[in-house]
């Protein structure tokens, strides 16, 4: 469990995403859902949570969702607000559009992807 | 344990990325070595290891040590020629370069990331 990398929110000001407020305790996605969006938090917390264990806190800044984008596979782990939440929605047309247009953005995931990748490493 | 996305080669058209070729059993590099460069399967196949224990099959078209590029950690694996193999070496600026260029490089790199990710959660 750790906490992520924090992103540079200007990408955000070049991209007409919605934003979506969560209560603590309520559920963002669960688990083999299918995912057709990633989010970015702009304020609050959330937990990403599988078999009942929090695998990151993703705070301010922080990206998670982006799996299920990235190969359009179901939803990794379930994501949960543990406290008030609000978080941004970046569809994949936006995804890909940032990924082009922001060789830092893409930069970001992949090591966002990389830390737990070696942390899962860790475990294993 | 399993095969990785293939890369289109084409991308190394544009690059002045040197060869290297490893005898079948030749390692390449070992776990917790520094990291400077990835590395493409030209020919050949290489066996990526931990702890004894054989996590992937590098074909022609995968990619593999691209972790330690993206945050400048360590090895997170050891990677082994199992037969005579012929890889491509690509180092930081060159990996910072076609992630800049080339938004469909990128993506491969995230698809195997998240690829890898799914395998490990699997086994946790």
Same mark, same amino acid.
């Given at each position: 469990? !750790?906490?992520?990398? %924090? @992103?540079? @929110? %200007?990408?955000?000001? &070049?991209?007409?995403? =919605?934003?979506?407020? @969560?209560?603590?305790?309520? *559920? $963002?996605?669960?688990?083999?859902?299918?995912?057709?969006?990633? /989010?970015?938090? &702009? +304020? !609050?917390?959330?937990?990403? $949570?599988? /078999?009942?264990?929090?695998?990151?806190?993703?705070?301010?800044?922080?990206? #998670?969702?982006?799996?299920?984008?990235?190969?359009?596979? =179901? &939803? +990794?782990?379930?994501?949960?607000? %543990?406290?008030?939440?609000?978080?941004?929605?970046?569809?994949? =047309?936006? @995804?890909?559009?940032?990924?082009?247009?922001? =060789?830092? #953005?893409?930069? *970001?995931?992949?090591?966002?992807?990389?830390?737990?990748? &070696?942390?899962?490493? *860790?475990?294993?």
């Amino acid at each position: 469990m !750790g906490d992520e990398a %924090s @992103f540079d @929110f %200007s990408v955000l000001e &070049r991209v007409d995403a =919605p934003f979506r407020h @969560f209560d603590a305790g309520q *559920k $963002i996605f669960l688990e083999e859902d299918a995912g057709d969006a990633m /989010y970015m938090v &702009r +304020s !609050g917390r959330v937990d990403l $949570i599988t /078999y009942g264990i929090v695998l990151e806190n993703v705070r301010p800044g922080g990206i #998670f969702g982006e799996m299920a984008l990235i190969d359009d596979g =179901p &939803r +990794s782990a379930a994501a949960m607000a %543990s406290e008030p939440t609000e978080v941004v929605a970046i569809d994949k =047309p936006t @995804f890909l559009a940032i990924v082009r247009d922001d =060789p830092q #953005f893409a930069l *970001k995931v992949m090591e966002l992807l990389a830390v737990r990748l &070696r942390r899962m490493n *860790k475990q294993v």
